[in-house]
């Protein structure tokens, strides 16, 4: 039996011990919020700098006479629970149009939550425990909206930045599409940034969009990145297609290479640049329209008529977009449109749709373990 005077020292002492636990765990946590980067830049008189800020706040700021032969780095989360190495590798523009694949998983506007992105890539075996690739000749699809919101943007574009060129040495395919939240940063429009992601800028006297612009590797990487993608019969965009879109009459590869080429400006240069890049960044373009999936008439509700004519055009049978928030996947026209933008944290919880798996010409709705059910068919 356990003496009174224990008991009575358990009682009164146990809070403290718990209160200096908690307050250990807090500090290790304020901690590893200081740490930032790394942040890949190239210089214009050539070489490499890299900056970054570690647990304790301390600036690394280091300059190479020139890119040492594969570079690696460490790449980890905020909360100091994800850690995975990255190798630089070449960047080019994807081709916009592929073959379908065995498997192809689609995902959408991951908004800087790491933890909830890496869980549904390794339930549904993307990738193994070290966040290394494991889906062999198969494709994955992250249909825009890595910026903005979350605190662990920089190593979730740092992750499919590492699995493309990992996948690409299996035999298979990463696509990362502009999504309205790339638009918005890469043009100085931080309403949606993390403060965290404000701190490092403010102390060097840079703006926030200057660690992703087309000087650094990031932003080489997402200088050519597409806006839209057709894999098989699936066109793939980040908001939507629309009849304005359709009367424009633009070819695909044109839409890609018009976006990338006004992706680092302003609202107002994109604006200025040409009709055609002001059209592509305005409300009716593929990275903000929402009339696919909104009946509002403030989003200019798309006609089925008007749908058949744009997948007659593209040459597919579906489309597939994020941007939108809804409870779970929804199929809209017959499933002629497939929406897949949810709120992963909550779908995480409550174990409900994040995303497509598109198998043997089936398309499941996907969870954090796996298959949840059929999508029907057209």
Known sequence: MISPKYLLFFFLF??????????EKDSVAAERRLADGPYIFYPPGGGMRVLSVDTAGNLNDTLYGQAPPDF???????SGKRRFDVKLHPVSRPDWKCRQPEKLLVLSDPHGDLDCFISVLHGNNVING?????????????NGDVFD???????????????????????????????????????????????LYRDLSERLGMNCEDFFSASTELGRWLGTRNTVTVIGDDLFVHAGLGEDFLNENLSLPLVNEEMSKALFMTKQQRNDRSEPTKFLYGNQGPVWYR???RNDEK???????????????????????GH??????????????????VDNKENFEKVLGRGLLIKNKTTFVIGDKGILRTVPKL
């Open 324 to 341: 939108t928030v809804f409870p779970d996947i929804t199929a809209f026209y017959g499933g002629k449109v497939i929406a897949i933008n």
């Open 72 to 78: 690696s780095f460490r790449v980890v989360s905020r």
């Open 130 to 142: 070290n966040c290394e690739w494991i889906f062999g000749k198969n494709h994955l699809m992250v």
């Open 14 to 23: 146990f809070p403290f011990f718990s209160l200096l636990n908690a307050q």
């Open 149 to 195: 919101r979350g605190q662990d943007v920089l190593p979730l574009f740092w992750l499919i930045y590492k699995l493309e060129q990992e996948a690409e040495e299996a035999g298979g395919k990463v696509s990362f599409l502009l999504g309205n939240h790339e638009a918005m940063v890469l043009s100085g429009d931080l309403r949606y940034t993390d403060k």
């Open 291 to 293: 009339g696919m999936v």
């Open 299 to 321: 989003y200019n509700p798309l006609h089925i008529d008007i749908l058949d004519r744009l997948l007659k055009k593209y040459q597919a049978k579906r489309i597939i977009v």
